[in-house]
């Protein structure tokens, strides 16, 4: 076995030394200084804070120093510097992400790329658009649209989130069933190796020669390379999209549903489901006309032509109704369809209304367990003592449970945390797996202990190293080391488990 492969980065400075971190600093600001404007590096404690998490406000960790590069000259020559100098980069877009993935590393430089926001190239004809990494996943539409075109990955941050962040996850949304997540509509990826050099990943074209490297690129966590442009697809605006809302009496049916819709060979547009908690948070706050008697919701889309659409509708609500749907809405215009989404779009601030904190977790499991799993997680609000908002892309499993906690309590975290792992640990034990579209960053680096195995973990370590041999690029995330697992596994042990579960095999 190798050795780990960011022993240089555990070679660095104690955090806990603040003389040694100082001079480390210091010598990491000298380094910087000349390759950048003054307004362009940060290291003041008080012009660092706002980079001491992303949107898992959970964890928290100030960077010795953040660069704010305005050309792919500067990100080369910041790349450069920190090599050389042995210190660990994390690369930063709209800061968004829900897993920890831009949490600084203590003795490491934050690289800012919110300053390559311009879209380069928007090719009508190609149905293509060049765009910087730090361009809003929404701009691109925005600007597609008098085209009739625009980007189909629509996550639920799509209003801030960047390309680059969506690159990062892979992330998807609410019609990517669909649609595709971000790697089904990406061509091209360009961007920095931790050396500094220039890097290219796919083509426009239809293929790229060598290996799929994509594919690797897209879902690495800013582990393999710094990405600063992104060629993306865009695809038809539809003639016409309804919406259809069902009211269903029991959580069971409602999952029954989805896995009917998919088995009738139904691929709709957008397949979302909320419970009653989560129903009831965002009702109060957009006023959807949500069922709040219904045990469960489910939100399905059908877009094409009119023909298509009413067809689908019909074959749609009839499924429903034979699975046990009670209540049924149609929107009859673009705004009431727009008004039946707003509730799910906004399902993540509204919980944010009820709750000082909610931490959103994310994981896949196959369609055929939804129900069971909800049942799962209602039992685990009581073995932990909070509540769970659930609402998530139905039609390909991806979940998105809401614990609801106050961080201020240092035992409520501590139980969110447990009751996380809980989640986690119980989609991969009904087949699927720790993560969707969230990324694993620092919050779900435990599970992956339970998802693979040594031998499994250690490939991806080996692709770690045939980019990044130091380990300087967004060190600590995503891969655990066998230290770690080892670590977790008598964590189970102690609590009378075994060491990780018995886990099916696909």
Not at 111 to 140: E, H, M, W, Y
Request: charged letters at 20%.
């Amino acid at each position: 076995m190798n050795a780990p492969i960011d022993a240089a980065v555990l070679a660095a400075p104690r955090t806990d030394d603040p003389t040694a971190r100082a001079r480390r600093q210091a010598e990491v600001v000298a380094a910087l200084a000349p390759l950048l404007p003054a307004h362009a590096l940060l290291w003041q404690r008080e012009d660092t804070i706002p980079y001491e998490c992303d949107g898992l406000t959970a964890y928290r960790q100030l960077p010795l120093a953040v660069a704010l590069p305005e050309t792919e000259a500067q990100v080369a020559a910041v790349l450069k510097a920190c090599h050389a100098l042995r210190v660990p980069v994390v690369a930063r877009g709209a800061g968004t992400g829900l897993s920890g993935g831009a949490m600084p590393h203590a003795l490491g430089v934050t690289l800012s790329l919110a300053k390559f926001n311009r879209i380069l190239q928007l090719d009508p004809l190609a149905r293509t658009a060049r765009v910087q990494c730090g361009v809003r996943n929404a701009a691109i539409t925005e600007a597609a649209a008098p085209h009739g075109l625009y980007y189909a990955p629509d996550p639920s941050s799509k209003i801030a989130c960047t390309i680059g962040g969506n690159v990062a996850e892979n992330s998807g949304g609410m019609h990517c069933l669909k649609y595709g997540l971000t790697i089904h509509n990406v061509l091209r990826v360009r961007g920095y190796t931790v050396e500094g050099e220039p890097v290219e990943f796919g083509s426009e074209a239809l293929d790229a020669p060598g290996l799929d490297l994509l594919s690797a690129v897209i879902g690495s966590e800013g582990m393999l390379a710094v990405t600063t442009e992104v060629t993306v697809k865009l695809v038809p605006k539809p003639v016409l999209a309804r919406a259809i809302l069902a009211s269903f009496a029991d959580v069971q049916a409602a999952g029954r549903a989805v896995a009917e819709l998919i088995g009738a060979g139904i691929i709709p547009a957008g397949l979302e489901m909320m419970d009653k908690p989560m129903t009831a948070a965002v009702e109060d706050f957009v006023h959807a006309g949500y069922d709040l008697d219904a045990a469960a919701i489910l939100i399905c889309e059908s877009d094409g032509t009119p023909e298509e659409v009413e067809e689908e509708i019909a074959r749609m609500v009839a499924v429903m109704e034979g699975a046990g749907a009670t209540r049924f809405a149609i929107s009859a215009s673009e705004a009431e369809r727009m008004k039946f989404w707003s509730g799910r779009m906004n399902a993540f601030p509204a919980s944010g209304r009820i709750s000082p904190d909610y931490m959103c977790m994310d994981s896949t499991i196959p369609r055929r367990q939804l129900a069971e799993i909800l049942t799962r997680i209602t039992a685990m609000e009581g073995k932990y003592g909070l509540r769970c908002c659930n609402v998530f892309h139905a039609g390909d499993g991806n979940l998105h449970p809401l614990i609801l906690f106050d961080a201020n309590d240092a035992d409520q975290l501590h139980r969110a945390e447990l009751f996380g792992a809980d989640i986690l640990e119980t989609s991969v034990q009904l087949g699927g797996t720790v993560t969707g579209e969230h990324g694993v960053g620092i919050e779900k680096i435990n599970q992956m202990c339970v998802q693979f195995t040594p031998e499994e973990r250690e490939q991806f370590f080996g692709v770690k190293r045939a980019f990044d041999a130091q380990g300087l690029l967004n060190p600590g995330k995503t891969i655990p080391t066998l230290h770690r697992c080892a670590e977790y596994g008598k964590m189970h042990v102690s609590k009378g488990l075994l060491p990780f579960p018995e886990l099916p095999r696909f």
